[in-house]
């Protein structure tokens, strides 16, 4: 079983940046795809941004030209550029990675909280 280590949560003014990094235990060459999501107090878990094994990357509408999710094979890493942060974007933030056979792997979560 793949373990994930997210890090890189904090606490930011509106229109700061910050780096999330999701580590994991072994490699993720072989990973179908890597994501990040979010969850809001009171609201549901939902999709931030994806990137299969082959770079082709997809974000959630409310995060496009502010956020990109990058993979870093060699080191096990996927990232979240977070740059133009807005109040909205206060909540958990996920990484998971889905095998070809589909089975999931979640981490713990960080945290994100960002102060107008």
């Known amino acids: 079983q793949v373990q994930l280590v997210e890090s890189g949560g904090d606490l930011v003014q509106a229109v700061g940046s910050l780096r999330l990094s999701c580590a994991a235990s072994k490699s993720i060459f072989s990973i179908s795809f890597l994501g990040w999501y979010r969850q809001a107090p009171g609201k549901q878990r939902e999709l931030v941004a994806l990137?299969?094994?082959?770079?082709?990357?997809n974000y959630a509408d409310s995060v496009k030209g502010r956020f990109t999710i990058s993979r870093d094979n060699a080191k096990n890493t996927v990232y979240l550029q977070m740059n133009s942060l807005k109040p909205e974007d206060t909540a958990v933030y996920y990484c998971k990675l889905t095998l070809p056979n589909l089975q999931a792997s979640w981490g713990q979560g960080t945290q994100v909280t960002v102060s107008s």
């Open positions: 990137i299969s094994r082959g770079g082709n990357t």
